[in-house]
């Protein structure tokens, strides 16, 4: 079959390489309809993600419809339409059991890397390094799904293919931004990255019942798609300043919750963008944390701020005085979409929530290296590359 795979920094091609089986009683193999770019698959090619090898199959965001399943399967069968969450859940350790999906104990399959590096090791991740299981990734024509059951969502018949796709990480994750981060009724929410995760977080908080919510980035494009489809108030760092615009919409008191949708390879106007590109080049620190500073600067006393964005290790001039004196509450995650899914169906199903916009530029599978171009360089007003199999 056909893939895209990781070749080096930089560098994915599609190739040939063999068909996926099933290997435990509880996989299946999903014939692939649509996977999209995501953001922190941009991370494997810059090297912030270090552990892939050479015809690694990249990919973590996708549909498609069953073809086997093994005879553990219990919830899906073949021709079912199905999204699958980037995370693979086992449904029974401690953690799936209290919706902890990214954190399951029996799914990484390479715990050593992860424990040495964090401490622990999270679930096991498609497409993502070997650091996060190994697993075979979804822009390729077929894939393996570990844990069936609790790993794919069946599609509702309201819901359209692409609609879907953005739930399987995207919409998943924005949600549980705005969930986690605590938004309620009447708060004014502040999101960093106005990609398909940021648009989602504000999206979330608006039907959280946030009074206002504000989308913070330098693309024009992306702001004004989020203006254009939510109706969300948005900041262009690189024309305004963003403390300013934030003190005067919250009466000078700052946001209530703040959600980073950037990761570890922000990007600023100032001179902390100098800083921590030095740093991050000479290997003095992994990831460079602009975002994750300006929400925990401009978030209001005893408000909450949400990391969203991938990071990876360690970071230098972390504000840990302002985030003690300030009393807030910081908390990240990586997405628990098993949690999330079929209500963002519904949603979906029911007009609530619009993501199929997000794809901006459908291509053949054989477009890869193209669709990775595009998104990395945001050229063509690029939201998302989705490849169509």
């Known amino acids: 079959m056909k893939a895209l795979c990781w070749e080096g920094i930089n560098d994915v091609r599609v190739q040939d390489v063999p068909d996926p089986q099933l290997l435990n009683d509880q996989d299946m193999i999903l014939k692939v309809g649509l996977s999209t770019v995501c953001g922190s698959d941009l991370h494997l090619l810059t090297g912030h993600i270090p552990f892939m090898q050479a015809g690694d199959v990249i990919g973590h965001e996708f549909m498609g419809e069953v073809v086997e399943v093994g005879p553990g399967v219990t919830k899906h069968r073949p021709g079912d339409r199905v999204v699958v969450c980037s995370f693979i859940a086992c449904g029974r350790c401690w953690y799936c059991r209290n919706e902890l999906y990214s954190l399951c104990d029996n799914t990484n399959t390479n715990p050593g890397i992860t424990q040495h590096l964090w401490g622990s090791d999270p679930g096991g991740v498609f497409g993502y390094s070997h650091a996060m299981g190994g697993f075979r990734g979804s822009h390729a024509e077929y894939v393996r799904v570990p ?31 705005a969930d986690l981060g605590g938004v309620k009724q009447g708060d004014v929410v502040a999101v960093w990255g106005a990609g398909a995760v940021g648009q989602m977080a504000a999206r979330a908080a608006q039907l959280l019942g946030a009074e206002r919510v504000l989308i913070i980035d330098r693309f024009e494009y992306r702001l004004a798609q989020a203006r254009s489809v939510f109706g969300v108030e948005t900041i262009n760092y690189a024309e305004t300043s963003v403390g300013d615009t934030l003190l005067e919409a919250t ?43 300006e929400a925990i600067y401009n978030c209001r006393k005893g408000g909450s701020v949400f990391v969203l964005g991938v990071f990876t290790g360690l970071v230098d001039k972390f504000p840990l005085g302002a985030l003690m004196n300030k009393g ?60 169509r199999l």
């Not at 628990?336 to 997000?358: C, F, K, N, W």
């Open 251 to 293: 009466g000078g008191r700052g946001p209530d919750v703040c959600i980073e949708a950037v990761g570890c390879e922000a990007h600023s106007t100032g001179p902390q963008y100098v800083y921590d590109q030095v740093k991050s080049k000479l290997k003095l620190e992994m990831d460079r944390p602009i975002a994750v500073r």
């Open 328 to 387: 807030l509450t910081v908390r990240g995650a990586q997405q628990h979409g098993q949690r999330y899914i079929p209500m963002l169906l519904d949603r979906i199903a029911s007009g609530e929530l619009v993501t199929d916009h997000l794809a901006t530029h459908v291509m053949p599978l054989s477009e890869g290296a193209r669709g990775y171009e595009l998104f990395k360089k945001k050229e063509d007003d690029c939201v998302r590359s989705v490849f």
């Open 147 to 177: 844990f069936a059951d609790h790993t794919a969502i069946a599609i509702p018949e309201a819901v359209d293919d692409m609609s879907a796709l953005f739930t399987s990480d995207s919409a998943a994750t924005g949600w549980m931004g």
